[in-house]
């Protein structure tokens, strides 16, 4: 049998990725620039059903037609070098799939070029790591659904399945809509980290708690409407000691400087070009870049002053009150990315289906949780809903849960422990449920030195005013 589909790139990512479509009953063509890895793959798996090649016109050619070739490799000049490489080799009709955490940009600009070739090009998020390529990522496919037709009996088979069954794939929209999907995606990680991580700070830092209390906390809301990946790793790591010999908690040794590969900048940028407001991803990604200046906070924090006087406060009271300022900064958080990508699916033209993008985000990839579910449900219910906050269940969570989040940013804040995430999701949900904003002001302030108008909300037209008239 000719293989039915091969994978360029032998790095972690593309090695598991074949040898997870290779479980699901097909034999895959591999391939990588340096042919030592290749060979490595085939040797530590002599039993699976493998196609290597070591030049890439014998692995285009190895293979069944159209074409299915995925490239797994390092997103950027790495991907347009192997689309040079493979371009020659190729038929018309064939598919090229890249699955690396690419821009959506790019994706879009490959699939226009290629498109003029002949050539199918898909661009698909992955999600779930290394292991979740091995035993099931969520995907989210982007291209010609002609082509997505051709791939997606494969893409079903190896995607993660949901509780229910149904398989963590599902075609996003043309062009770079599935990249784009992934990069929210990973924009949405970001938030949610950094909700995990000021609980944790708040926990420790203005409760006092231990951290194995903190790790009994997380499991016991695991259990609950935070279940999720995130919160359970989170669980796990706080347990964990250290591996080179002292008894202390890894995560007291681990450096506090946040690293990041870009993906929560792009999203961050990509709504201020929208004109979204995107400030629980934005303000993750700040609070990402603040942590990395350690030496310069090591030194402010001798000689800037931290709040006076301490805070009051009944402890398991304000345990379960941080466990619902989490709960609904993480609906914020949501809100806004799935906002933001109502405004993309308009501006690109992506016809972008909400309520499938949450269903395949419940199993496979980092951010899977049980309330994705309630994503689904709330755009199976209403798929034209404004803003998630508007359906039921989010407006209830947010009704109970509006006070334990305003309580705790003002302990936090009298504590002095910072909540840049806690902070804006409050402040967006004052925003967006108040009727009027000091917007009036502002137009005024822009009017009076720009002249640069304003709209009245009592007649219609276009206003300006005579402000350097004596009156
Ligand atoms: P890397 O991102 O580290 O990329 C290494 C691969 O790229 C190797 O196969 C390497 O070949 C190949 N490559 C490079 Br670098 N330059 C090349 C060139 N000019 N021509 C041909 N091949 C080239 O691998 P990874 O961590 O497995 O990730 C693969 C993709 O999947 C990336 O886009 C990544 O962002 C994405 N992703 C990763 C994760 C994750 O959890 N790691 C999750 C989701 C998506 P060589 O062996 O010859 O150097």
Redesign the pocket.
Known sequence: DKPQIGV?????????LALNIESRGYTVAIY??????TEKVVSDHPDKHLVPSYTIEDFVNSLEKPRRIM????????????IA?LLPHLDKGDVLI?????FFEDTMRRNAELDNSGINFIGT??????L??LEG?SMMPGGQKEAYDLVAPIFEKMAAKAEDGAPCVTYIGPNGAGHYV?MIHNGIEYGDEELIDESYNLLRNMLGLTVDEIADIFSEWNKGELDSYLIDITADILTRKDDLGSDKPIVDLIMDKGGN?GTGKWSSQNALALGVPQSLITESVYARYISVMKEERVAASKVLPKPEGKVEFDKDEVIEKIRQALYFSKIMSYAQGFEQMKVASKHYDWNLQFGEIAKIWRAGCIIRARFLQNITDAYNKDPELDNLLLDDYFKDIAKRYQEAIRDIVGLAVKAGVPVPGFSSAIAYYDSYRSAVLPANLLQAQRDYFGAHTYERVDREGIYHYPWYKEQ
Do not use: L, Q
């Open positions: 360029v790139g032998m790095a972690v990512m593309g090695k598991n990588n620039r340096t042919g030592s890895k490239m797994m490799v390092k997103a950027g000049k790495p991907t347009d070098a192997v490489e890249d699955g690396g955490n690419t998020g992955v999600s779930g790591g290394e979740g390529a990522p992934k590969k």
